[in-house]
């Protein structure tokens, strides 16, 4: 009977030997992880910067290389890592983030944490979340020609500079409220479905894309060859729905012949890397048939690389500026033709239009500072930036960034404004479907005077 009590003693006495060792151990563990409730209650960690809590983070007074102290957060913190205020203020700070630009960034990495502690839908995608944080970035500056792309759509653009892709076929403007076309390509399905320069993209496939981000709803008007995509239309007050069907679009870059009485013609559509060679083939070939004159047709070209826009200049001006680049500090780079030009002397005629923009509104504004030709249309669209297209680090897409202004050789600025053209012909719709062309008509009776 006494053995029995003593087992039950013993038996009881090493329960409690291990309900209470766990516990001891459960408590030494908990105080390891931050913000648990074990920490809260032993007075570890306090639950600043949290919802409904306005105590504010305390300074992290980091060493610098000779023992002083700055007052910026740097990453780790001993004062906040391992002290009262564990957990605090810490995780807001990236080792990315250079040590100037911590107390800058803190709320953006404080909304970074709030947003992966409390959203409702978790988990989020943190690659969107990144991509949006660029977005919203460039568009801060104000500038609709400053953006980013991501993967897809950086690909996209630059296949577009390069030969082929697939989609519509229509140069566009994504950097505003909505996708604009600038103009459509020549034979392509963008132009058979009647899309016009200055049309407005309000919705594909019947989804409204207000509010959408331009490079976003591109990409839902790209896809395979032989899809139909509707694209909803707004042209000044009338809206309209286009179904379109997407096929491989071949970017085409010249056009040339020689027309009756000696009149040679070359139409560009885009300054890509093949122009400045195509352009040098097809003036020299034209030259040595001794025109009287020459139309250059750059209707409905939305422009391409500066330095294609600056080496076809050059082939038409013997001497002189053809442009210059004004930056923000007010400081010029001028662009010069180089003396040698390939047909300085030959009289030209340049057409344009409300699709001509960019690199066509640079080579159309030095032939007409310069006297060099006589500009016949309707005005231009005026695009008077200048981008450069960077790409970002492991594929993740690239930005557009407005870098400079160009001005003409008279110092005359582009942008919101056009060009005027010396002599102003319209293009209509009727004019359009009865397969007339009288800007072209007008180029060809101004040598035939």
């Known amino acids: 009977m006494q053995n029995k009590s003593n087992r039950t003693i013993l038996t009881i006495i090493l329960i409690v030997l291990i309900v209470v060792t766990s516990y001891g151990a459960g408590v030494a563990t908990a105080s390891l992880v931050k913000f648990n409730p074990i920490r809260i209650a032993l007075g570890y960690d306090k639950l600043g910067n949290t919802v409904g809590v306005s105590e504010p983070c305390p300074v992290c007074l980091c060493p610098d290389g000779d023992g002083e102290t700055e007052g910026l957060e740097c990453d780790p913190c001993p004062a906040i890592q391992f002290g009262a205020d564990a957990g605090k203020c810490s995780e807001y700070v990236s080792s990315s983030t250079?040590?100037?630009?911590?107390?800058?960034?803190?709320?953006?990495?404080?909304?970074?944490?709030?947003?992966?502690?409390?959203?409702?839908?978790?988990?989020?995608?943190?690659?969107?979340?990144?991509?949006?944080?660029?977005?919203?970035?460039?568009?801060?500056?104000?500038?609709?020609?400053?953006?980013?792309?991501?993967?897809?759509?950086?690909?996209?653009?630059?296949?577009?500079?390069?030969?082929?892709?697939?989609g519509i076929g229509a140069w566009v403007n994504t950097s505003g409220e909505y996708v604009e076309i600038v103009s459509p390509m020549k034979g392509s399905p963008a132009e058979e479905a009647g899309l016009k320069p200055k049309d407005i993209i309000i919705a594909?496939?019947?989804?409204?894309?207000?509010?959408?981000?331009?490079?976003?709803?591109?990409?839902?008007?790209?896809?395979?060859?032989?899809?139909?995509?509707?694209?909803?239309i707004r042209r000044g007050d009338e809206i309209f729905d286009v179904s379109i069907t997407r096929r491989v679009i071949e970017i085409p870059v010249v056009d040339y012949e020689m027309l009756e009485n000696d009149i040679a013609y070359i139409a560009l559509y885009t300054f890509n890397d093949k122009a400045v060679e195509q352009v040098s083939n097809a003036l020299n070939e034209l030259m040595a048939q001794n025109p009287k004159g020459l139309i250059f047709d750059l209707r409905d070209n939305g422009g391409g690389y500066l330095y294609?826009?600056?080496?076809?200049?050059?082939?038409?001006?013997?001497?002189?500026?053809?442009?210059?680049?004004?930056?923000?500090?007010?400081?010029?780079?001028?662009?010069?033709?180089?003396?040698?030009?390939?047909?300085?002397?030959?009289?030209?005629?340049?057409?344009?239009?409300?699709?001509?923009?960019?690199?066509?509104?640079?080579?159309?504004?030095?032939?007409?500072?310069?006297?060099?030709?006589?500009l016949i249309g309707e005005v231009s669209y005026g695009k008077g930036s200048v981008q450069s297209w960077?790409?970002?680090?492991?594929?993740?897409?690239?930005?557009?960034?407005?870098?400079?202004?160009?001005?003409?050789?008279?110092?005359?600025?582009?942008?919101?404004?056009?060009?005027?053209?010396?002599?102003?012909?319209?293009?209509?719709?009727?004019?359009?479907?009865?397969?007339?062309?009288?800007q072209h008509d007008a180029a060809i009776e101004y040598f035939n005077k």
Not at 128 to 155: F, N, V, W
């Open 308 to 374: 294609a826009a600056i080496d076809i200049s050059a082939m038409f001006i013997e001497d002189g500026v053809i442009l210059y680049e004004e930056y923000g500090d007010g400081t010029r780079d001028t662009y010069r033709a180089e003396g040698d030009a390939i047909a300085p002397n030959i009289p030209m005629v340049v057409l344009i239009n409300g699709g001509s923009a960019s690199a066509s509104e640079i080579v159309a504004g030095a032939l007409q500072d310069h006297g060099r030709a006589k």
């Open 390 to 438: 960077i790409d970002l680090s492991d594929n993740q897409g690239g930005v557009r960034i407005t870098i400079a202004r160009w001005l003409t050789p008279d110092g005359n600025q582009i942008a919101e404004i056009g060009l005027t053209p010396d002599i102003e012909v319209p293009y209509t719709e009727a004019d359009f479907e009865a397969g007339i062309d009288p």
């Open 98 to 166: 250079p040590r100037e630009l911590q107390t800058l960034f803190k709320p953006f990495w404080e909304s970074w944490n709030y947003l992966h502690r409390y959203y409702v839908d978790q988990p989020l995608d943190d690659v969107e979340l990144m991509r949006g944080a660029i977005q919203g970035m460039l568009a801060a500056t104000g500038d609709k020609h400053t953006s980013y792309m991501d993967p897809h759509t950086y690909e996209q653009a630059n296949a577009e500079m390069e030969g082929s892709y697939t």
């Open 204 to 232: 594909v496939n019947g989804e409204d894309v207000t509010g959408t981000a331009g490079d976003i709803v591109l990409q839902s008007i790209l896809g395979p060859a032989g899809e139909v995509v509707v694209l909803t």
